[in-house]
């Protein structure tokens, strides 16, 4: 499970966006993923412990039960716009490579490209559901990593570079190896990567219904807080290899005087097919459509889970003999709306991949940080009809804020602490509305504070 999920985790943002980026950001992204660790672990000492003893099938329902049918609905549609929009543009990546290296030189257009790439998904996922994600995730988690690791022994080789303690040596020496930034003007800020890692893990993976169903899959609270142990370390470690990549990939440019590509995330596919070897271009090639189909599969099947669950009320309205049948045009719909935002992001999206991804999070994930705050660090209810109000007015006030930080806070740049600041004015927009003090139910961390 943990293997597995990595490729989920990572997908194909990370495999071109991350080495592509240490050419304008160093290694500064790793500040992000040291504040994953703590994150996990917020995950597994108190979010696991709450989705097992509360027995959710739909991790959304919690909020019904602590505030009341309008949080619950708001918490549920802020999961299902962000993963749509967050996986159609993971998949509009990986589908773009595919099309300048392998489906243009064919005369197949990008649409044809990517309405192929989704369908093959849903076929997947329609006949096996979540088992069938836990294993194929696996093998295109190995796929991925496999291709990592040959694309760094290939360019090892090319650069002249004997054995890993060379290879660790050219990395660690080069300039771009730089981890840390204590600048806190800047957006790159130590403690701003650091508190925004901390926070995209708590909401991407703990509150995302996505990750957090593929450990409530595992047999006991302990196995998916095992899950959670090793799924970490391994993450750090996959992390620190796709960005030594990109230290290899600008070295390998430098060497060779090949002109660079305006944009960082075409870094590695140019390089992999025009510049490497041909065994080097289909080793990217495999490792990017494993990277793009161990995110979307999984996607489809949350999303699916979610609208049914939390919104259709599956198993309160249908019998039993309907629900296959509601759960299949459910997956189906979802997947053609996967293929819409994939073909409206190709018109729209003109910056780092990676860094659309966390932008899209700061802004559909904030409100639920803040929801999820409030249920369970305080003994208030809130104005239940008034909790998506203030779903619309945090997202809003952020934006505003974010674009005027520099006039309006002399000088301070918002970077992925956006999602910080959504959360809290999400939490304080809660605390106004409040209702009176309560005990909340049983199993919350708040009913023994």
């Keep these: ?23 304008s950001s160093n290694f500064h992204y790793f500040q992000v993923v040291l504040g994953y660790t703590l994150g996990y672990l917020v995950i597994a000492r108190v979010l696991l412990p709450l989705y097992y003893r509360l027995n959710l099938v739909s991790i959304y329902s919690y909020l019904e039960t602590r505030f009341g049918f309008w949080s619950y609905k708001t918490g549920a549609f802020f999961f299902i716009l962000s993963r749509t929009l967050g996986s159609s543009i993971r998949v509009f990546l990986v589908a773009g490579v595919l099309q300048l290296i392998l489906f243009e030189p064919l ?35 190995f796929f991925m990593l496999a291709a990592v690791v ?15 303690l060379e290879l660790i040596d050219r990395v660690s020496s ?20 650091f508190a925004s890692g ?23 609270l302990g196995e998916a807080q095992k899950n959670m142990f090793w799924f970490t370390l391994i993450l750090v470690f996959v992390n620190l290899l796709f960005l030594s990549l990109g230290i290899l ?25 025009n510049h490497m070897t041909a065994f080097a271009g289909i080793i ?14 999984s996607t489809l099947t949350a999303l699916t889970t979610s609208f049914c669950y939390d919104f259709l009320q599956i198993e309160r309205r249908y019998p039993a003999e309907k629900r296959t049948q509601v759960r299949k045009q459910v997956h189906l719909a979802f ?9 409206a992001f190709r018109w729209l999206n003109d910056q780092s991949v990676i860094t659309a991804v966390f932008k899209i999070a700061g802004y559909t994930y904030g409100p639920l940080l803040g929801l999820y705050a409030f249920g369970l660090f305080t003994r208030w209810q809130v104005q239940d009809k008034k909790v998506p109000l203030a779903g619309i007015l945090a997202p809003t006030l952020t934006f505003l804020i974010t674009q005027n930080s520099e006039s309006w806070l002399w000088g301070y740049q918002f970077g992925f602490e956006a999602l910080i600041l959504n959360g809290a004015l999400m939490f304080l927009l809660l605390f106004l509305w409040r209702g009176k003090e309560v005990v909340p139910p049983a199993g919350t961390p708040a009913a023994s504070l």
């Design 1 to 23: 499970m943990a293997f597995g999920m990595i490729g989920a985790s990572l997908s194909g943002v990370t495999f071109i966006s991350v080495p592509g980026e240490v050419g």
């Design 107 to 141: 005369g197949i257009p990008f649409w044809v490209a990517v309405l192929l790439t989704v369908s093959l998904i849903w076929i997947y996922t329609h006949r096996g559901g979540i088992k069938t994600v836990v294993w194929t995730d696996t093998l295109q988690t």
């Design 150 to 164: 040959s694309a760094l022994v290939l360019l090892a080789q090319s650069l002249g570079i004997q054995g890993p």
């Design 174 to 193: 080069d300039t771009r190896s730089q981890i840390f930034d204590w600048n806190w003007q800047s957006a790159n800020n130590f403690w701003k990567q």
């Design 198 to 220: 901390m926070f995209i893990t708590i909401v991407m993976t703990g509150l995302d219904q996505d990750m957090m169903q593929k450990n409530l899959t595992c047999k006991s």
């Design 249 to 273: 990939l600008y070295q390998y440019a430098a060497q060779e005087e090949i002109s660079l590509p305006a944009r960082t995330d075409d870094l590695y596919p140019f390089l992999a097919t």
């Design 284 to 297: 990217f090639i495999l490792g990017i459509t494993a990277a793009a189909y161990s995110s979307a599969d």
């Design 335 to 343: 997947t053609l709306l996967m293929f819409l935002c994939i073909m």
